[in-house]
């Protein structure tokens, strides 16, 4: 399992919280999340061979943040 | 129809406007919603005679948001 931090932008309030955790975890190979909603820092841990980081950036992106 | 501003504290996204939007619409008696996401005020329009204020508040209140 590889694990990368994404900055994310934008998320003020639980339901910012459960988008992101929600649409990250229901792609195919996403193993771990873990959003931080006072850092924006969005802990993920993924199957390399299934998923990448740019899919996991646009699923997060999809949801109305940015990802430094 | 009776027309009362309830004052919201916490909405912070679309995400929060939703939800009070939801709650509120989905009582019977409520027919007109307009919430401000940038003033916090949540304009009702609800038929006295199927609700009443503090119904309304409730429903404000179990979506984690405090009414002024």
């Known amino acids: 399992m590889k694990n990368i931090t994404l900055e994310v932008k934008g998320m003020t309030c639980g339901h910012?919280?459960?988008a992101v955790?929600?649409?990250?975890?229901?792609?195919?190979?996403v193993e771990r999340v873990e959003v931080n909603l006072e850092t924006g820092k969005v802990e993920?841990?993924?199957?390399?061979s299934k998923v990448d980081e740019n899919k996991l950036?646009?699923?997060v992106e999809e949801q109305g943040y940015d990802v430094a």
């Open 16 to 18: 910012c919280k459960s």
């Open 21 to 29: 955790n929600g649409a990250l975890e229901e792609l195919a190979g």
């Open 44 to 48: 993920v841990g993924y199957d390399e």
């Open 57 to 59: 950036k646009e699923a």
